[in-house]
């Protein structure tokens, strides 16, 4: 009995083996662990990695905004209108001199006006836009009570040839100037100003010329018994205006519109 005590018996060598296997079983469980553990930290960074790359494309849209975004510059003073900033159109100029009517019933006027070209200047009648006007009446002036030599007044437009000598449309020709008078004054109006407390009535016309009406002015129409007043002297109508040296308008007669 007391050698089976103290010698060990195969009893406690199976307990022996069982708690081998038992450690390894662990050991095996733990690494199992381990590399669960590892998986499952890999998997969490690349969902963040996920998570977090849509918030930079983000920002970067939000860059790309931020720079194509216009500026707009703050600009003081007055802002003209583009209508308010066009030139003006051309005004017709005035030139004088004897006159030798031509064969085809063109113009040729020696002009010594100081405007314009000097010399002779040609200048082309029409029927339907040319008026030849008495300088003393207004009416229309009869073709053959203009002779050569005769002093005209005519208003040209602005465009003429490069010819030699020049070429240009007569729209107005003033005859029977007498050599003591002033010619009457071809006009378009640009404004008529009427001082509520002189009664005192100033026509500007487009090329900054200054007419002051007197007080018996005639105001008549063109070729028609219509009756005009001051009311129809209005921007942009065309006149005659009879005045002194110093502006001061006794007639003016007022084209058809």
Not at 159 to 177: C, G, H, K
Request: a negative charge; one cysteine or more; proline letters at 4%.
């Amino acid at each position: 009995m007391d050698g089976c005590r103290t010698g060990g018996g195969p009893r406690d060598a199976a307990d022996e083996k069982e708690k081998i296997i038992l450690r390894k079983y662990r050991l095996y469980a733990a690494g199992i662990c381990t590399a669960i553990a590892l998986g499952t930290s890999g998997c969490a960074a690349a969902a963040g990695a996920a998570t977090t790359a849509p918030t930079q494309v983000q920002e970067t849209t939000e860059e790309t905004t931020q720079a194509d975004t216009t500026v707009v510059e703050t600009v003081s003073g007055a802002i003209e209108s583009m209508a308010e900033s066009q030139p003006e159109a051309l005004q017709p100029i005035c030139i004088f001199g004897p006159v030798t009517i031509q064969e085809d019933g063109r113009y040729s006027v020696d002009n010594q006006s100081g405007v314009s070209m000097s010399g002779e200047i040609i200048l082309n009648i029409s029927a339907e836009t040319t008026y030849i006007l008495d300088a003393v009446s207004g009416l229309p002036a009869k073709s053959e009570s203009i002779k050569n030599g005769d002093i005209i007044y005519a208003y040209i437009g602005p465009a003429m040839t490069m010819s030699l000598p020049p070429m240009t449309n007569a729209e107005v020709i003033f005859a029977n100037v007498a050599a003591d008078a002033k010619a009457p004054e071809y006009v378009e109006i640009k404004s008529m100003i009427t001082d509520a407390d002189t009664s005192r009535s100033v026509l500007t016309a487009a090329d900054g010329r200054e007419f002051t009406l007197t007080d018996d002015c005639n105001i008549f129409p063109y070729l028609t018994r219509n009756i005009v007043t001051l009311d129809d002297l209005t921007a942009g109508r065309k006149c005659v205006v009879w005045a002194d040296e110093d502006g001061n308008a006794g007639k003016i007669m007022l084209f058809a519109q």
